[in-house]
């Protein structure tokens, strides 16, 4: 029984990739960039490209077809059994003064800086998919219910991917009480939410800024992708985010999160334009197999090669631990973080991979609580 299930499996995931075959040819190349300037390198006619890749990601189907016939991903050694940190809900709804990171799962982590509350790329869905029965699910539960969340000033999206763009998550978030958030999004994101009526929204470009409260928040170029279809692969922009208090604050605080990203020399780029981070959240997983995934997504090598170009002060693993997105096991990566801190010479503490649910607290000169 167990080996005609299995049979049955492969061939409805052949079925699949057959039918994506055949989607991908037939798709056409009519899109027009309504954002097209021919002064920005990163701009084509159709939609954006990044700035040290030539070609677009590729590759897909060969590697589909080698998960198919490998079996893979493999199961993690821990058999799916992550440890949780249940939040201080009480705490975070009482914070206006302290920063603090929670990391809820995958890229998604809760930031209170100066009394504002900041998400990044949240999804609460049980899959990163445009399906319910279908697509990479979740293995960890999120810590905390999204009801439970002090009220968030402000939402921070790198691209439109299915596990960093969660339509269900962003329309709950809309509706919270007190009023939508501020939802700060790469270019040409913006219309998709308008048409969910959501309008608290502003779009940018690589390196333009835009400000709540007392932060600045700048998107910031990195070595990625877009699609939310099988047809519209880089016709909206994608990105990373930085975040600094204002310059003539008693505490002054700096974030990056770098959403999605392969390694590249953007990351050299960033560090001349803003110098250093208190905090860094840097992806770790989803990273195999390398021929594939190199571009596209950093391993841990890669994630502490850019804690080092940035400077970060103190770097958190994100992008690991929650929906199976490649063929690495769920609880690889912080084994190969340990690994590549070490022959990096980077400190245990300087660079971590959080429980699900953990908070982490800094002082007033943007240094961790122990």
Request: hydrophobic content about 40%.
């Amino acid at each position: 029984m167990v080996g005609t299930a299995a049979r049955s499996c492969r061939a409805t995931r052949t079925g699949l990739l057959l039918a994506l075959s055949a989607t991908l040819m037939l798709a056409a190349c009519g899109h027009k960039n309504p954002y097209y300037d021919p002064a920005k390198p990163h701009h084509t006619p159709e939609g954006f490209r990044n700035n040290y890749l030539d070609r677009k990601p590729d590759g897909l189907l060969k590697w589909q077809w080698q998960r198919i016939t490998q079996g893979l991903p493999k199961p993690p050694a821990n058999n799916y059994a992550f440890p949780i940190v249940r939040p201080d809900v009480v705490a975070l709804h009482a914070n206006k003064t302290d920063t603090t990171a929670t990391w809820i799962g995958h890229a998604t982590v809760l930031l209170q800086v100066q009394g504002t509350n900041v998400l990044t790329d949240p999804i609460w869905s049980k899959r990163a998919s445009p399906l319910s029965f279908m697509g990479p699910k979740r293995h960890v539960p999120p810590p905390m219910d999204m009801n439970e969340l002090p009220h968030i000033d402000v939402v921070l999206i790198s691209h439109n991917h299915y596990d960093h763009l969660d339509r269900a998550t962003v329309e709950q978030l809309n509706k919270q009480d007190g009023g939508p958030p501020l939802f700060l999004v790469p270019l040409g994101i913006k219309p998709w939410l308008n048409d969910l009526g959501i309008t608290n929204v502003k779009e940018l470009d690589w390196w333009e800024s835009a400000s709540q409260g007392s932060l600045n928040f700048h998107l910031v170029p990195v070595q990625h992708w877009s699609a939310r279809s099988l047809t519209d692969r880089q016709e909206t922009l994608w990105g990373g985010w930085t975040m600094h208090t204002n310059k003539d604050t008693a505490t002054p605080f700096s974030v990056f999160f770098a959403g999605d990203t392969g390694f590249s020399k953007d990351f050299e780029d960033i560090a001349t334009r803003f110098g250093s981070f208190d905090l860094a959240l840097i992806p770790i997983g989803a990273y195999a197999p390398r021929w594939f995934m190199q571009t596209q997504h950093v391993d841990p090598a890669d994630a502490v090669k850019i804690h080092q170009t940035i400077k970060s002060a103190y770097s958190i693993g994100v992008h690991w631990g929650t929906f199976e997105m490649a063929d690495e096991s769920l609880d690889e990566p912080p084994l190969a973080l340990a690994e590549a801190r070490k022959k990096a010479g980077v400190a245990d503490q300087a660079f971590v991979a959080l429980k699900h649910g953990e908070t982490v607290r800094f002082d007033k000169n943007g240094a961790v609580i122990p």
